[in-house]
């Protein structure tokens, strides 16, 4: 579905690359979580995959045509649902009224589901915390019909608990809805939920086996 060819990319004024020769094939039917030390490129390869900038080297293809060709506002229209870590909800309406821009005809489950109360449903979104926010753009991207969902770093602003629900309903989504879901974390626990495991260097992004990254959480919890 989603693939990444030869993909390079560096910041103008600067001679070092944040991303070179990343390869790789997303699928749909797959939730995907993606590790990365601060600064080894995770927001920069998920702008690039969603067309909101263009690499440097390398192409992008989306059902193996490449998203500069198609026109990357049409790629995000038709194919990419993305949450932000800023969560990009228009501040002067609901949590309903958000998700209902994207559609109409979306109830008030999803966002009940996700953990809202009834009562924070028609409440201004500035008088939510930032994790209830959270929770309120990822129903906006469920509900968007997309092929794909891009998610940036969503639970970083939520307990374990919380993060760990909504970890497993975005997988539990992208199973039923047949919809390929990729998520940057910074979190070992939750990447360990996902059907697979990535790990992004500047100049890899390479599958983590299970095993692997369950030893990292021991070490880390031993330390």
Not at 6 to 24: P, S, V
Not at 39 to 45: N, Q
Not at 174 to 197: P, Y
Request: proline share 2%.
């Amino acid at each position: 579905m989603l693939e990444l060819k030869n993909i390079a990319y560096r910041y103008k004024g600067n001679d070092n690359k944040t991303l070179e020769n990343i390869n790789y094939s997303f699928q749909s039917g797959v939730f995907y979580t993606i590790l990365g030390n601060s600064g080894s490129g995770k927001t920069t390869l998920l702008s690039l995959m969603a067309g909101l900038d263009s690499p440097t080297e390398g192409q992008v293809l989306f059902n193996k045509k490449d998203i500069k060709e198609a026109g990357y506002a049409q790629h995000r229209k038709k194919n990419i649902a993305l949450v932000f870590q800023n969560y990009n909800l228009l501040d002067y309406l609901t949590p309903l009224e958000n998700v209902q821009l994207v559609k109409p005809t979306a109830d008030k489950q999803l966002l009940l589901d996700l953990g809202l109360k009834e009562d924070m449903l028609t409440r201004n979104i500035l008088r939510l915390s930032g994790g209830q926010q959270q929770r309120v753009a990822i129903a906006r991207a469920l509900v968007a019909g997309t092929p794909a969902i891009l998610l940036d770093e969503p639970t970083g602003n939520l307990d374990f608990d919380i993060a760990r629900d909504i970890t497993m309903r975005l997988k539990d989504f992208a199973h039923k809805e047949k919809r390929c879901v990729i998520m940057v974390t910074h979190s070992r626990e939750i990447a360990h939920m996902a059907d697979t495991a990535l790990q992004l260097t500047g100049d890899n992004l390479k599958e983590l086996s299970k095993e692997s990254i369950a030893q990292s959480i021991l070490q880390q919890r031993n330390l």
